[in-house]
């Protein structure tokens, strides 16, 4: 697709560089509302066919096409030079292997764009606003804590799942229970009442805490963000060109300190809601700057110093 397609705003009429500016901006964020929206229908697709097929053998599964598998088998495979544990398949490595790329060009940019879960979660974000139901506000000092919440299920899924050699985070995993549609085509309250349980609590909670299961419990948006921290492409802030109206923070859908960070934590899901809300052009961008550049532009900075002084 050329530029021109995309923003075709550009080409109709003569815009300043402002109003070009913002056109852009909306046309991206109307790209990351349809990639969103696309990944959920396919993965609904996906588990319809799954679930009316006369063999279920034959058709993929959720299971199968989930990234985070890759990391669930990752022992098995390693251990046993290239069994996967059940459920998994040479699919779930491609989609890992693709994700890690993913993740190392634009860091959590799958959240934003991609994730189904996501998605229902800002569906739920959006019904509360359509409610006119009041946000429940996490304070930092809690908000930071509960972050860690993602590594610690990340690392009992990877621990449970290398003891007992099967998914064993695919029984309560609410992306899976919803969007596997289990429930729809083998409802089974006796052996699945506390997915169903879980999914209930995750969604509720995020009716009123914007992205609570992405924030504080997900243990691939833990990975995520921590591959994060290595990515090429990573939201910027200008402390020159930003006038510290904090206008940039209440959009955050993951309630990051965008106004007073220079560099975005690998927490950023990439959805631009940020630089959408901000006045000052330039003030918050995406930049090809990973932050172990900074690194060794301050290492090379201090070398040049030294020599200088000598
Ligand atoms: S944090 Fe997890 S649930 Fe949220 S968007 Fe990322 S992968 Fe999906
Ligand atoms: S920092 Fe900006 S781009 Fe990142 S998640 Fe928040 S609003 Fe979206």
């Given at each position: 697709?050329?530029t021109?397609?995309?923003?075709?705003?550009?080409?109709?009429?003569?815009?300043?560089?402002?109003?070009a500016r913002?056109?852009r901006?909306?046309?991206?964020?109307?790209?990351?509302?349809?990639?969103?929206?696309g990944?959920?229908?396919?993965?609904?697709?996906?588990?319809?066919?799954?679930?009316t097929?006369?063999?279920?053998?034959?058709?993929?599964?959720?299971?199968?096409?989930?990234p985070?598998?890759?990391?669930?088998?990752?022992?098995?495979?390693i251990?046993?030079?290239?069994?996967?544990?059940?459920?998994?398949?040479?699919?779930?490595?491609?989609?890992?292997?693709g994700?890690?790329i993913?993740?190392?060009?634009?860091?959590?940019?799958?959240?934003?764009?991609?994730?189904?879960?996501?998605?229902?979660?800002d569906?739920?974000?959006w019904i509360?606003?359509?409610?006119?139901?009041?946000?429940?506000?996490?304070?930092p000092?809690?908000?930071?804590?509960?972050?860690?919440?993602r590594?610690?299920?990340?690392?009992?899924?990877?621990?449970?799942?290398?003891?007992t050699?099967?998914?064993w985070?695919?029984?309560?995993?609410p992306y899976?229970?919803?969007?596997?549609l289990?429930?729809?085509?083998?409802f089974?309250?006796?052996?699945?009442?506390?997915?169903?349980?879980?999914?209930?609590?995750?969604?509720?909670?995020?009716?009123f805490?914007?992205?609570?299961?992405?924030?504080?419990?997900?243990?691939?948006?833990?990975?995520?963000?921590?591959?994060?921290?290595?990515?090429?492409?990573?939201?910027?802030?200008?402390?020159?060109?930003?006038?510290?109206?904090?206008?940039?923070?209440?959009?955050?859908?993951?309630?990051?300190?965008?106004?007073?960070?220079?560099?975005?934590?690998?927490?950023?899901?990439?959805?631009?809601?940020c630089v959408?809300?901000?006045?000052?052009?330039?003030?918050?961008e995406?930049?090809?700057?990973?932050?172990?550049?900074?690194?060794?532009?301050?290492?090379?900075?201090?070398q040049?110093?030294?020599?200088?002084?000598?």
């Open positions: 697709m050329t021109k397609n995309l923003f075709p705003d550009l080409k109709s009429k003569s815009l300043t560089p402002a109003a913002k056109s901006i909306n046309w991206t964020d109307r790209v990351r509302r349809l990639s969103k929206l990944f959920a229908a396919f993965i609904l697709y996906t588990s319809v066919v799954h679930g097929a006369a063999d279920e053998a034959t058709t993929a599964s959720i299971d199968a096409l989930c985070f598998g890759a990391l669930e088998t990752s022992w098995k495979f251990s046993t030079g290239g069994q996967f544990i059940s459920k998994t398949h040479v699919s779930n490595v491609v989609l890992g292997l994700l890690l993913g993740v190392l060009i634009a860091g959590g940019a799958f959240c934003g764009w991609v994730c189904p879960f996501g998605a229902v979660q569906l739920m974000n509360r606003r359509k409610l006119h139901v009041r946000e429940i506000q996490v304070s000092r809690v908000d930071r804590i509960l972050r860690y919440g590594f610690v299920v990340l690392g009992m899924v990877l621990y449970q799942t290398i003891s050699v099967k998914l985070f695919a029984d309560w995993d899976r229970t919803l969007f596997g289990g429930w729809l085509f083998e089974n309250l006796a052996t699945s009442w506390f997915a169903y349980a879980v999914v209930i609590v995750v969604l509720g909670v995020s009716l805490v914007e992205r609570a299961w992405c924030r504080y419990a997900c243990p691939l948006g833990g990975a995520i963000s921590l591959l994060g921290n290595f990515s090429l492409l990573r939201m910027r802030r200008s402390g020159d060109a930003c006038k510290g109206c904090n206008v940039c923070q209440t959009p955050c859908p993951v309630k990051l300190p965008v106004a007073t960070a220079n560099t975005i934590s690998s927490d950023c899901i990439g959805c631009l809601a959408q809300a901000c006045p000052r052009p330039g003030a918050l995406l930049k090809l700057a990973p932050t172990w550049f900074d690194g060794i532009r301050k290492i090379l900075t201090k040049a110093e030294v020599s200088h002084a000598r």
